[in-house]
């Protein structure tokens, strides 16, 4: 998957809040169980042209502080 293929220029901070919001959107809520402590699972994704280890490790901090607003238990009655 690519998301760096839009040509207005941004700061590593943008990158790294968009790339987070993206990896959110791919894989919900983040699970250590499932995703584990690095950036293995984001790997495949290319965030940004020339994106370092340094923004995916960025964007990988950033997902673990989002959480889905949607409650599963309000649609499962």
Same mark, same amino acid.
Do not use: W
């Given at each position: ?13 943008? =990158?790294?809040?968009?790339?987070? *919001?993206?990896?959110?959107?791919? !894989?919900?809520?983040?699970?250590? /169980? #499932? =995703?584990?402590?690095?950036?293995? *699972?984001?790997?495949?994704?290319? !965030?940004?042209?020339?994106?370092? /280890? #340094? ?23």
């Amino acid at each position: 998957m690519c998301v760096s293929g839009c040509r207005l220029p941004c700061s590593f901070v943008t =990158h790294a809040l968009l790339g987070s *919001y993206t990896i959110q959107s791919e !894989f919900g809520d983040y699970s250590l /169980e #499932e =995703h584990g402590t690095g950036t293995e *699972y984001i790997k495949d994704f290319r !965030f940004a042209p020339n994106q370092t /280890e #340094e923004l995916l490790e960025k964007i990988a901090e950033l997902h673990r502080t989002h959480r889905s607003s949607f409650d599963v238990t309000l649609y499962c009655r």
